[in-house]
Structure formats: structure tokens, C-alpha cells
């Protein structure tokens, strides 16, 4: 059977994942409301965070189809995927348009020469001005040097939560399959019968991990046939050489992997056998085999310590709560979490390097939901001397807001070191663009939530390293610490909440060195908050009949990572997530600051 393989691109929120599942349904390769964003998490967050294999069938071809994560944290997914593929469908909403994300996927595909076809999808909305977005697609495909061949785009419009797709926007249509018809006409087919008399090439391109089954690799094959049980040549990307059995071997169908005896050349193929085998490497019969070309991977922006949970409240509720296990899982994270590199050399701290916030609390989220009790330090970004010179990661950030709110945002962008590189009014809402280094972007977006009232979006994606650019003001908040260890009491809570922002309610047991709330002005705050009403006969303003409190912010891992100070702990365990000072009483804090 003739074989195409596509990749579905586009930034986050575009459509990806709806029209993946809308094309598994149409083609019978799913029956029920089932979707790729299969993970517990992806399915609360509603995001892709995983990139996932699939493939359907129409008219006699099978279409592999690779959805891939929008979100910038893990793009460097999508860089891998887009060498594996033949085609790009680059979805682009028909309100918003081209937004960042877009245009980092779009200038991959297009440097591996690959010829987009473009989706404008959610043409269902009211204010969907898809023709109007075509144009700015088309901009942005002159702006990044596309070539003549690549500027002659197709276009399909969809609504593919309605699994509808027209070429023409005044066509009927009642399905997808007008953009399946155009995937058959574009794309080449991966398959040939020459190509599966070639020597075996295979390459992979992702990794996935099964418990029983070990490491498994995602691979492309190229060229020849492969075959379960078969002996094969792992070459690495040094040309050394290692012999390995394939175990198992399956393809993708539906949401479900198939077991397969052999699978040709263009199949996109899960392989188990081989423990060791990395993103890139080549898999082939024959010594004398050429190397694939190689893949590369992104380097990671962001790094922090995770240790142990050594707070007073250690082992509650965790039921992994040992230095070994969580080094033996984070081994394991190794295995499949590409973008990730762990340093191993501290016995009690691991340094984790990541490739931004989100990417950090995701799998900070996946450690506690499996039981583990850990903390984390302040993320800080990756310095890199380049040429002698320090170089930090940047960022592009675009930011949609109501008009009225834009001066705030630039102020304190600017402050945080950002640099405006543009700016557009629009009915009332601005879009505006900055270039700035990823450390004046950690801990803004819980402010930019704050100042925007929820109704502002932002969104980054790595710019690249760029000289440093010298010491960010950021206007830090002190913390609320607690000096005792007991319930917090509301008739303290009530006290205390003018002083600044609380991330506790009554009753919440607190331990000294815990970190209660902040404070809206200066420094940090050692406070009582378990102190109870001096017994009078008087009724005050604060009896408990009296007492209102204004409701805490809830600590989640993102705000966390955003909010906390360098001398500090993010303590996560499966029920709780806490801000602690690193040193718990006044004493050590006071020697600790000397000391330095
Ligand atoms: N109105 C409308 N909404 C849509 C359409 N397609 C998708 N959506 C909605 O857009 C939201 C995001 O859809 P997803 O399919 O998860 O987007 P995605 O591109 O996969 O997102 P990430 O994988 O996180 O980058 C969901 O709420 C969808 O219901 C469409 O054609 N019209
Ligand atoms: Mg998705």
C-alpha cells in the first residue's frame, strides 16, 4: 500500500489535536469521542504535551500523521518530527493568525525544504477573517525566504471540530475529505518498491518507554525492509558500531500501536530491542552504511536543583520520598524526555536542565502524581560563553491585550529589559511584540495574569543565545514567613492578609521557615500566623464573627516556579505544593547572608 507521512504544525490552541481526531473518526480508524491528547495531564490542561503517531486510511493509501505539541517548551520536539516527515499541514486559526509558534515551525519546515500545505482552520468562528490570514501567511512565508516552489502554497479552509474542509471558502462541504484528497495530490508517497530493495536505513526520531518492553524507538525507515527478530547495526552518530535483536516491532494505527512481522520503506515504525538507542542514530543490515543525516536537539534554556523533601512535613504523604528513587526515576525520565539533561554529580541535589517553566512542571506534576516527595530551586536560565563573551537565551514574546491595558505591559516589559519591536491596535485589542532575555520573562506571566485580569494572552518562543544583557530589576516581593510551627488561626490570617498576598487559609498547618503569603512592600517577614485573639471582654473590629478573609492564592507548580525567591524552596509533594525558606529559622538565615 502506498504510504504518506505528514506532521501536523502549528502554535498552540491552533486545532492540531481536534482535526487529528476528526480524521482518525471520518476514516473509521476511531468510533467514540476517544482524542491523541490521550495523558491525564494533556487531557486536564487541554494541550498536547507528547508529540503521538496515528495513521488512517483513504482510497488505498494509508496516511501516517504525526500531531505535535504547539507549546514552545517543547518544540524541539517538532524540529525532530519535521526531518521524518515529507509534508507539513501548517494550521493557522482564521481569527488569530500567524502567531509565534507559527513562525518557528514554518521556518524549520521551510530550511528542510519541505513544502507546506496551509490549513486555516476554525473558519466556523465569528470574527474568522480567514482570507485576510492567508495574506499574513503568505508574509510570513516572503519573510522568512521561502522559495518560489514553496510560496505556491496550497490552502484548505476547516472547521475541524465540525471535521469540515473546503478549498474554495464558498464550496458545500460536509467532511474532511477534500483535505485528504489534496494530502494524496501534494504529498509524495513515502513508499517505493525500489526503495525496499535499497539497504536498510532507519532512523529514529522519537523515543517512548514500555514497561515491559524497555526503551522503544520511533523510527522513520527509509530504505529495505525490517523485521521483527531480525539482528541489526546501530550506528551512532561517531560511526561506532553496535549489533542488537529487534524484538518487537509495530506501526500506528488509530490510537493504537499494531504488532508487525516486517514494515517497508516510508513506514513510520515503534521498535523494542534495542536499550540504548538515541534520537538520530542510524539502523541498518550492512558496516559499509552511510550515516543518516543527523538529528539535532535543542539545548536546554533553564536549569534548577531537585533534592530530596527535607521540610518538617517530609514524608507525609509522599511514597517515594528517598535520594534513590528519585535519582532512579529522573534516570528514567532521561530515557524519553529529550529535552531534558540531568547532572548527577551532587550526591543530595540533582542539577535539571529544561526548556522552560512548563516543561519543568510537567514532569514535576507527573513525579508527584506517581507518589514522589521532592523540592525544587528557583529555575535560573543558562549562561553560555560564546566566543568568551556570556550569552543568555532570549525570547520573542507576543502579547494580545485589550488596548486600555497595554501601557502597564510595556512598562514593565521594558523594565524586565524587553525590547518593543512592534505594535498594532486593532478594534480595541493591541498585539504587541518584544524581543527579551528569558530571564526577565521567569515569574512574569503570573503578573501579566494579574495586570491583564485573564483577558490578555502571551506567548514566547526561544529566540536563541544572545550576549548578556546585564542585572534585571524585577520588583522581587518579600515573603511571609512563618516563625512557628501550628494551625494558622483566621483572627492572625485577618492581620496579616494587608500586608501583602497569602497563599493560606485558616486552619492550613504551617512549620517555622514556611512561606505563608508575600509581602506587597519590601522585605521579607517573619510573622505569626498561629496566633490566636487576646481574650477581652471588648468585641473588636477582628472578632471572629467579624472576620472576612479575603481568599489565598493557591500555590500551583507554574506559579510557584514563578513567584519564588532564590533563597527558597518550591516543597512538592503528592497533596501539597509549598513555598519554604532553604534555611527554616531566622538564625540561620541571618548567618547564611553573612557568610556570603
Ligand atoms: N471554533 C472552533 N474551535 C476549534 C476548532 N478546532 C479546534 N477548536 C478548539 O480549539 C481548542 C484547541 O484545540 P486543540 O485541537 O487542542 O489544539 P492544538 O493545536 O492541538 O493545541 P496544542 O496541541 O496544545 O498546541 C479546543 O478547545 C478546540 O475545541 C474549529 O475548527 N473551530
Ligand atoms: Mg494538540
Not at 476514516?27 to 494533556?42: I, Q
Not at 507518589?371 to 525570547?395: A, M, R, T, Y
Request: charge should be negative.
Amino acid at each position: 500500500m502506498e504510504i504518506r507521512n505528514i506532521a501536523i504544525i502549528a502554535h498552540v490552541d491552533h486545532g492540531k489535536t481536534t482535526l487529528t481526531d476528526a480524521l482518525m473518526r471520518q476514516t473509521g480508524m476511531s468510533t467514540d469521542e476517544t482524542s491523541m491528547d490521550s495523558n491525564a495531564l494533556e487531557k486536564e490542561r487541554g494541550i498536547t504535551i507528547y508529540s503521538k503517531n496515528t495513521s488512517v486510511f483513504y482510497k488505498e493509501t494509508k496516511i501516517n500523521i504525526v500531531d505535535t505539541p504547539g507549546h514552545a517548551d517543547f518544540s524541539s520536539e517538532v524540529e525532530r518530527i519535521l526531518r521524518s516527515i515529507d509534508c507539513v499541514l501548517l494550521l493557522v486559526d482564521a481569527q488569530e493568525g500567524p502567531m509565534p509558534q507559527t513562525k518557528f515551525v514554518l521556518k524549520k519546515s521551510l530550511e528542510l525544504g519541505l513544502k507546506p500545505i496551509v490549513v486555516i482552520n476554525k473558519i466556523d468562528k465569528p470574527a474568522a477573517r480567514p482570507e485576510e490570514v492567508v495574506e499574513m501567511v503568505y508574509e510570513l512565508f516572503l519573510d522568512l525566504g521561502a522559495t518560489d516552489e514553496q510560496l505556491d502554497f496550497s490552502v484548505v479552509y476547516t472547521a475541524s471540530k465540525q471535521g469540515i474542509a473546503k478549498i474554495n471558502l464558498s464550496d458545500e462541504s460536509t467532511n474532511l475529505d477534500p483535505l485528504l484528497d489534496l494530502i494524496l495530490a501534494k504529498v509524495k508517497p513515502a513508499s517505493s518498491l525500489e526503495a525496499d530493495k535499497l539497504a536498510l536505513a532507519v532512523q529514529p526520531f522519537n523515543l517512548a518507554y514500555d514497561n515491559f518492553l524497555g526503551r522503544l524507538a520511533i523510527c522513520r525507515v527509509y530504505n529495505g525492509i525490517i523485521k521483527s527478530g531480525q539482528d541489526v547495526i546501530v550506528k551512532n552518530l561517531n560511526n561506532e558500531t553496535r549489533t542488537r535483536r529487534i524484538t518487537k516491532l509495530f506501526t500506528f494505527q488509530g490510537l493504537n500501536r499494531k504488532e508487525e512481522t516486517e514494515a517497508h520503506a516510508g513506514e513510520i515504525i515503534m521498535i523494542a530491542g534495542l536499550p540504548n538507542i538515541y534520537i538520530g542514530e542510524t539502523i541498518c543490515d550492512n558496516v559499509n552504511q552511510e550515516l543518516l543525516p543527523a538529528i539535532k536537539i535543542d539545548e536546554p534554556t533553564i536549569s534548577l536543583d531537585f533534592l530530596i523533601n527535607n521540610s518538617p512535613f517530609a514524608g507525609r504523604e509522599g511514597k517515594f520520598v528517598t535520594n534513590r528513587q528519585l535519582k532512579e526515576r529522573l534516570e528514567k525520565e532521561l530515557e524519553i524526555n529529550v529535552g531534558l539533561k540531568i547532572d548527577f554529580s551532587d550526591i543530595s541535589s540533582y542539577k535539571v536542565y529544561g526548556r522552560g517553566e512548563l516543561h519543568i512542571a510537567i514532569l514535576l506534576e507527573n513525579l508527584r502524581r506517581e507518589g514522589f516527595e521532592l523540592q525544587v530551586s528557583q529555575p535560573q536560565v543558562i549562561i553560555k560563553k560564546i566566543d568568551g563573551v556570556d550569552n543568555e537565551p532570549f525570547e520573542e514574546v507576543v502579547i494580545d491585550i485589550p488596548e486600555k491595558m497595554s501601557g502597564t505591559v510595556i512598562e514593565k516589559l521594558s523594565k524586565r529589559k524587553g525590547q518593543m519591536i512592534g505594535i498594532k491596535n486593532n478594534n480595541g485589542q493591541t498585539r504587541l511584540n518584544f524581543e527579551i532575555p528569558t530571564r526577565g520573562l521567569l515569574g512574569y506571566r503570573n503578573e501579566f495574569v494579574v495586570d491583564t485580569k485573564g483577558e490578555g494572552i502571551l506567548c514566547s518562543h526561544f529566540l536563541g543565545f544572545r550576549p548578556y544583557v546585564g542585572n534585571i530589576e524585577k520588583n522581587e516581593l518579600g515573603s511571609m514567613v512563618s516563625m512557628i510551627s501550628g494551625k494558622a488561626l483566621a483572627f492572625s490570617l485577618w492581620n496579616l492578609q494587608d500586608r501583602g498576598t497569602l497563599y493560606i487559609g485558616p486552619n492550613i498547618e504551617v512549620y517555622e521557615g514556611m512561606i505563608i503569603g508575600n509581602v506587597a512592600k519590601g522585605n521579607d517577614l517573619a510573622v505569626n500566623p498561629i496566633k490566636g485573639k487576646n481574650l477581652t471582654n471588648v468585641r473588636a473590629a477582628g472578632s471572629d464573627e467579624a472576620i472576612k478573609l479575603t481568599p489565598p492564592l493557591e500555590l500551583n507548580l507554574e506559579i510557584g516556579l514563578g513567584i519564588m525567591n532564590e533563597d527558597e524552596y518550591l516543597e512538592v509533594t503528592p497533596k501539597s505544593i509549598r513555598l519554604r525558606k532553604k534555611f527554616l529559622t531566622e538564625n540561620e538565615r541571618v548567618r547564611s547572608k553573612r557568610n556570603k
